[in-house]
């Protein structure tokens, strides 16, 4: 694991970006939320990030969350979202883990959620799969609108997330979820104010097409274990 000093001062180099970024496109720095990525660091690099300042984290297994989460009890202002697939098995452990649910892709799995907590509702971000994509989760976005209407009365409905393609144009899939996110948002009547989109290869790009979180991990955390 890095030291706390490079943690901290990589940190340091990605806010930089993130304000640089969001001038280029005239938004407020304060429009881009940055979560740290922080699945298979340790309770040590997560708190070494909190004390530069850092309070949103991304994990993408629910149990080894909730260990995390039980080792770092101290860090009572710090806020947790799920950018892993969900399991209906993990729900229960899930609601209590998480602030926010990034990975909504099934009513089934918002129907569970809502049967575990319905006031006040989960928020959550529905994940899109643009490049449909076997090897990766979320839904088509031509399935969007019958999730939105199948699932908005279980659980609070923020925003869109995605994990493009591999690419050497991201810009286009960014673009698209941002795109995607205006129709659903006009014809649900939802804000969905929420893109998450843009990790450590292209998180600026991201910022410049919209993004409002940006989920960041090996630029903070350097290269993860195997
Ligand atoms: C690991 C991960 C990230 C961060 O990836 P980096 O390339 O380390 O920045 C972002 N989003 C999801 C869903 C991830 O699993």
């Not at 799920?82 to 990034?102: C, E, M, P, W, Y």
């Not at 795109?179 to 649900?188: E, G, I, P, Q, T």
Request: charged share 30%; proline share 3%; aromatic share 4%.
């Amino acid at each position: 694991m890095l030291s706390g000093n490079e943690i901290a001062t990589r940190l340091g180099e990605v806010r930089d970006r993130i304000a640089h970024a969001a001038a280029r496109s005239r938004r407020s720095r304060d429009a881009v939320r940055l979560v740290l990525a922080s699945k298979t660091q340790g309770a040590a690099a997560v708190r070494a990030a909190h004390a530069a300042g850092a309070r949103d984290f991304g994990e993408n297994y629910v149990q080894e969350a909730a260990d995390k989460r039980a080792e770092l009890t101290e860090l009572r202002d710090a806020r947790w979202h799920l950018i892993g697939h969900l399991q209906s098995n993990k729900v229960a452990l899930a609601i209590r883990t998480f602030d926010t649910i990034q990975t909504l892709d099934s009513a089934r799995l918002a129907n569970t959620i809502a049967r575990l907590r319905l006031s006040p509702p989960m928020p959550v971000l529905i994940e899109i799969n643009l490049g449909e994509e076997v090897s990766k989760s979320g839904i088509r976005a031509r399935e969007a609108a019958a999730l939105i209407d199948a699932a908005r009365d279980k659980v609070e409905i923020i925003g869109l997330m995605t994990i493009p393609p591999h690419s050497d144009d991201p810009r286009r899939y960014f673009a698209e979820l941002r795109m995607l996110r205006d129709r659903l948002a006009a014809s649900s009547g939802l804000a969905l104010s929420e893109l998450s989109m843009g990790m450590t290869e292209d998180f600026e790009v991201a910022i410049e097409e919209g993004a409002t979180t940006v989920r960041v991990g090996r630029a903070v955390f350097g290269e993860r274990p195997l």
